[in-house]
Structure formats: C-alpha cells, structure tokens
C-alpha cells in the first residue's frame, strides 16, 4: 500500500474546486428538478440550500478524518479496522466509485438515445467514451484533474442559454415561500442528495494534493460552486415551467433548451448535449480514477490493468441494460448508496476516527 | 508509455469513424422537412392529418406539397404518409400546427401529447385553431413562400401589430398544466383564398368552449392577458356636441397590467390596473386637437373599462380563467385550494382600472 505520493505527481489545491465541483455536476443536473419537485413543489430550491449544508458538514467531516489518518480512504480502513474488515470496507467503496463512473456512462448514452440518435447502439458509443476515459485516467491523476479543470471552464457558456427562457419565466410561481412541511423537505432533501455524490473520491485523492490541509476550502468552495448552479437551475426550471408541469418532464434542463432558437442554429439541444459529453467526462474520468487507484491500493494491483478491468465490465454491462426502467432502478440503487455511505458511514467513521485513529498514532 | 498513448489515439479515431456508421444519415436533399401539420376529424373518431412540406423549384420558387392521411393514432402517421411520398419525412422543422376547431371542441390533449413527447419538435412552435378544415386550407397557396412559414411569420406580424396574444407550444403547456390559468390560442379562417386571423380561442383544460373576434376586445383581452404589450390601435367612437357620428383612431404604444387579490373571508376581491400610452392617429371630427384630447381620453378609458368588465364575466360565467387570476391568488394566500377555489373565482368582484395618457396627436392641430 503506497501511503504518500511523489511531489510531482501532486496538484496544487485550487484544482480541489474543480475536482469537486466537476464530479457533483455532471448527468443529475439535467434531472434532478423532476426528482425534487414532486416532493417540495415551489420551496424546492430551499432543499437545495439544506442539502448543500448537510454536504459541507460531511465534508468538513472527511478532511478531519484524513488530516489524522496516513494516506486515502483505503489506508485508513486498514489501519482502523485491520486488514480483513477494513479490506472488506474499502470493496464497498470501491463498489460505489465504480458504480458512480458507470451509471452517469449509462444515463448519458440514454440521452444521446432520445434526443439524438434513437438508433444508435451503446456498446459503440460506450467503446468511444470509455476508451477516451482510459486515455486520460491512465495519464495519470494530474491529467484527470487536467481534465476536470477544463471540463469546468468550457461548458460554463451553457449557463449563458438560461437569457432566453428569461421571457418565459414567471417567478409567481416561487411563492408562497415555505408552504410544504418540515417532513416533505427532509424526504426532498435526501432525494437532491443524489444530485451531490462522487464528492467522496476526496477520500482518494486526497493524497495527491500538494499542501493537502489546506486544500479544504477549495473543497467546499467546489460545493459552493454546485449549490449555485443547482439553485440557478431549480428557480430557472419553476419558473419556467411551473410546478405541475415539472412532474411531466423528464430532463427538464434539457427541456427548457427547446425554446432556444437562433437565426444560425434551429435546435440548440445538439449542441448542448454535444458539450455535455465534455461535463460527463468529468464525471467519469475522477470515479474510474478513483476505482481503479482503490483496487491499486487495496490488492497492490497495477492500477492500468485495474482501470481496463472496470471499463470492459462496464462496457458489458452497459450494453445489456436496456430501457427507461433499468436506468433508472440502477440510478436509484446508486442514489439509495449514495444516501447510506454519506449520511451515516462518513459521519459514523468521523465519530470512530476519533478514537480508532488517535490510539494508532501515539 | 508514450507509445501506448499513441496507439489508443489512433483507435480511439478508428472508432469515431465505425461508430458514426451506426445512425442513419439524414441528407437534406433526401428527406421530407414537414413545416406544417394539420389534424381534421374523420369519421368514426379518426384523425385526418395533413402534412405541409416546402418543394423548392428549379425556378427559385417554393410551393407547398401536402399529404393527407387517415389514421386512427397519431403515431402511425409516418407510416401512413411515407406511403405516399418518395422520401422520409422529418419534424424537426414544424413551424405550425393546425388544429380544426371542431377536434379542439373535443380536446386537443392528445394531440399536443404527441408534439410534446417528441424531442425532436421545438417548444416555440405555433398552435392555431381553424374554423373549418386544416386541410383546405394547407392545400391552398397562401404566399409566396411555403404554408407552414408563411402561416408562422402571419401569426407572429399579428402579435406583434393587431393584438393577438402571445402564444406557442410552450405557453399552451404551461397554461394546461398550472393551476389557476386556462389556456388560449389564435383562431384561423380561410377566407377565399388568403388564411385570416379571426380571433383568440378560449379553453377550459384542454377543450376549447370559445373566442373572443379580432378587433377592439381582442387587443383589450391582450393588455388584461399580458404584463406588457406594445404596438396596437383602437377604433374609438367620440361622442361630440354636434349630432354627427365622429370616430377617432388611437395608437398604442405601450401597456402595463398588474393584478391584485385582497381576500376579504371567503370571497376574493380583485383589481386589475392598467395603463397604457397612446398617440392619437385619426380624428374625424371638425374640433382641435387640444380641446378633444381630454375627452378622447376619457372615453377610451371608459371603453376599455366597460370591455374588460365585459370579457370578465363572460370568464366567470364560463368558468374559465385565461387571464391567471387563480394563479395570482395561488402565489398569494398559503390555503390555496384549487376545487374551492372554482367557486370563490365565479363569486368574487372583479373590478378594472384604467389609466389612460395621450402624449401625441400627430402633426396636425
């Protein structure tokens, strides 16, 4: 188990923001208003605020784990739990990484199916973005945060698109403020969860930061950075479409793209969502990343060979899950993880780290 | 390490180029780029569709083919029309669909379903009602250029010059889908050879139960409708001292509308100011401009006033609510309830004020 990483393999810790900013954005943005809203209707965007808290505090919570600890999540497992249990703790997560990469690969591939290209296979389309994934994944980690840097900056003109929906917006239907119970926000806030996860790969690279201490405000700044763009997106969605609608839509981002016209381009939804293969790379490449290093670490495995593993599973896989349905059960298992391992492992790790951790060290 | 890199680049390009083999090409100068759909009623509950699609000439001129189909879902329609056209048609360039007024009687629910579930068709589309047959009218030449743009650029002139509210695909769903608000559409007439815009239709859900005619009550409909509007003319008749019948023409330039909801125990008490700005364009009476003005102003104030309260209660009476009042009230009281509110809306005192300001009369005194 490698504990510490070579200075120059190391990035500097602004690039945490778009790290963590990139991997939280990436194929719940185009949805997460049609999850959101059923539940919360107009105070939807209130959610957001409180989810985005709950996601500051457990981050908070994973660089107090890993400022005591001696290299990622992996290394702290062993050193807290041994080397069987705590081995058997690190699959989960390396489970779930992996999970992250494939089900935004496979959410995204249904995109391209309705709203492209109805016809077009996914194994191929898979194959092309899975092997762009390994071209970056196995530069290295500095190239992935390469890539998330810029799969922030150039896809930022999207937000630009959200002038021409202002004429079709009616901001009425924001009020009355707070006319849900404190129930219905909670069981919506666990829902807009969803739309937060993969900010855990910090438990993975958090090695990899040069400084990496003071790193943690980039970090939530990266939060911060999501919170905006998913409270831009929700308040755009209401107003544009109103409550009752939403529940009849199924990308609502992408749907509000349907009023866009320009005199050069008739439809702008196809360069949207050409644009977005970028945003979903940035999704993929930190997770796989993540996966792979973790099987690295955890087997002492060569981490390439771990990546190609991943990726053709996740080739297979992609391949035979079919339909509306099936994307959206495995989404939901994703969403359902996601839940437990961020809102009660981390927080209970924290809370045994105090311990567990300290003795270790003395 | 390098050379690794570099092989999976170059397959990396192979594959763009295999995978892009697996979708369809679609060449323009091979497909059907249908510009305007119209649904008719058939017999036995069947749907009669016809498709406009541009035929550009050698000449440099654009005619207008269509293709009619009887169908009993709409969906299957490609397959009934590819029957008889040598190409595939495509949808993404729809410009307008038309409805027959007699199907919009019914309810257009199902027809606005299919537009709206395809990605393909866009959310700025226009949806018109036609008095008659969609189908006559598609067939006649209407302009210069092709139907389908040629009704979409006529629709668009009306809103912006003769008072026709503003509306599209996506405006007819959000009025359809939101509490409160009723939705409305443009009301088309072929009338001999040209297509004419004869009024606004009414909805209550998504059956049309009405319209308002063009003319002064369409464009007052559009200022109680709209948080703004621009460029629109009143015809007002001026009574004058002399016994002639004297009428003067006002342009407008602007509006403004704002709504306000008091609840006053169960039954709400609404107010809707307007204001609006105009020059006077035509007088036919013999006085001065200066001493008509303030009574040109006083009478089309009162004139608008009368015709709102008018089309008001027309809505209460029908039950419907194009204007959003419902809406309004939703946004403002937390015990909203949209079956009460049904009822409170046909009990509650609706009043109209109007605030009127001639700036100019033109170049003559």
């Not at chain 2, 409708?225 to 004058?240: G, I, R």
Request: proline share 4%; aromatic share 12%; hydrophobic share 45%.
């Amino acid at each position: 188990m490698q504990r510490s990483v070579k200075e120059h393999y190391k990035i500097s810790p602004f690039l945490v923001l778009f790290l963590v900013h990139s991997v939280q954005t990436g194929i719940k943005i185009l949805t997460f208003q049609q999850d959101v809203v059923p539940i919360s209707g107009n105070d939807s965007w209130i959610v957001i605020l409180f989810t985005a808290l709950f996601v500051h505090a457990v981050t908070w919570m994973i660089y107090r784990i890993l400022d005591r600890g001696h290299g990622d999540l992996i290394a702290v497992h062993h050193d807290m739990f041994g080397k069987w249990f705590g081995g058997l703790l690190s699959i989960v997560w390396i489970f779930y990484f992996a999970l992250i990469g494939f089900v935004v690969l496979r959410s995204f591939i249904e995109v391209i199916q309705v709203w492209m290209f109805p016809e077009i296979s996914s194994f191929w389309l898979s194959l092309v973005i899975l092997l762009l994934v390994y071209y970056c994944v196995a530069g290295g980690f500095r190239v992935v945060a390469g890539i998330c840097f810029l799969g922030v900056i150039i896809p930022s003109y999207l937000l630009f698109t959200l002038f021409f929906m202002l004429g079709y917006m009616d901001f009425h239907n924001l009020l009355p403020v707070w006319n849900h119970k404190p129930a219905e926000m909670l069981q919506a806030a666990t829902t807009m969860l969803g739309g937060y996860i993969g900010f855990t790969v910090i438990f993975m690279f958090y090695p990899y930061i040069q400084n990496a201490k003071s790193s943690q405000k980039w970090a939530h700044g990266g939060i911060a950075a999501s919170t905006f763009v998913y409270l831009i997106l929700m308040i755009t969605a209401i107003a544009f479409f109103g409550v009752n609608r939403m529940e009849h839509t199924v990308w609502p981002t992408l749907e509000m793209w349907k009023i866009v016209t320009m005199p050069f381009v008739e439809r702008f939804e196809y360069i949207g969502i050409s644009t977005w293969t970028l945003i979903v790379l940035t999704n993929l490449c930190p997770s796989f990343w993540a996966a792979s290093r973790g099987i690295r670490q955890l087997f002492s495995l060569n981490q390439r060979h771990a990546l190609i593993g991943i990726l053709i599973i996740s080739l297979i896989l992609s391949s035979y899950i079919n339909g509306k349905e099936q994307i959206d059960a495995l989404s939901s298992m994703l969403d359902q993880m996601g839940l437990y391992l961020n809102s009660l492992y981390v927080p209970l790790l924290f809370i045994l780290s105090l311990f567990l951790l300290r003795r270790k060290k003395s | 390490m390098r050379k690794n890199v570099m092989s999976s680049l170059m397959l990396l390009l192979a594959l763009c180029s295999i995978s892009s083999g697996c979708v369809d090409p679609m060449i323009v100068d091979e497909i059907q780029m249908v510009s305007a759909l119209g649904y008719d009623a058939a017999d036995d509950g069947q749907l009669k569709i016809t498709t406009a699609v541009p035929l550009y000439l050698p000449s440099k001129e654009v005619q207008t083919e269509t293709y009619t189909a009887i169908v009993p879902i709409l969906k299957s329609t490609p397959k009934f029309i590819n029957a008889e056209s040598s190409q595939p048609f495509v949808v993404g360039k729809i410009e307008v669909v038309l409805i027959s007024s007699e199907l919009a009687e019914q309810g257009v629910n199902s027809l606005i379903d299919s537009l709206s579930r395809d990605p393909y068709v866009g959310a700025q589309i226009y949806v018109a009602i036609v008095q008659g047959e969609t189908q006559a009218l598609l067939e006649k030449k209407l302009g210069q250029n092709d139907n389908g743009s040629y009704l979409s650029s006529m629709l668009e002139h009306a809103v912006e010059t003769i008072g026709l509210p503003d509306t599209n695909l996506h405006r007819f769903l959000y009025a359809y889908y939101a509490d409160g608000l009723d939705p409305v559409l443009p009301l088309i007439q072929l009338k001999e050879d040209k297509a004419a815009i004869i009024g606004t239709a009414l909805f209550k859900g998504d059956r049309m139960v009405g319209h308002i005619p063009l003319g002064n009550e369409m464009s007052i409909f559009k200022m109680l409708l709209e948080n703004s509007t621009k460029q629109d003319t009143f015809a007002l008749p001026v009574s004058s001292s002399g016994d002639k019948k004297t009428y003067a023409s006002i342009n407008k330039l602007n509006s403004k509308r704002s709504i306000h909801v008091q609840m006053q125990g169960e039954t709400p008490k609404i107010t809707i100011y307007l204001s609006m700005e105009g020059h006077v364009r035509e007088y036919s009476g013999t006085e001065k401009t200066e001493q008509i003005k303030p009574n040109i102003k006083e009478q089309l104030e009162q004139m608008i006033q009368i015709e709102a309260e008018k089309l008001i209660e027309q809505f209460q009476e029908a039950g419907i609510d194009p204007l959003g009042i419902g809406e309004k009230a939703k946004s403002r009281y937390r015990n909203w309830n949209a079956k009460k509110w049904e009822e409170q809306y046909r009990m509650s005192n609706i009043a109209v004020h109007v605030n009127v300001t001639i700036t100019e009369a033109g170049v003559t005194k």
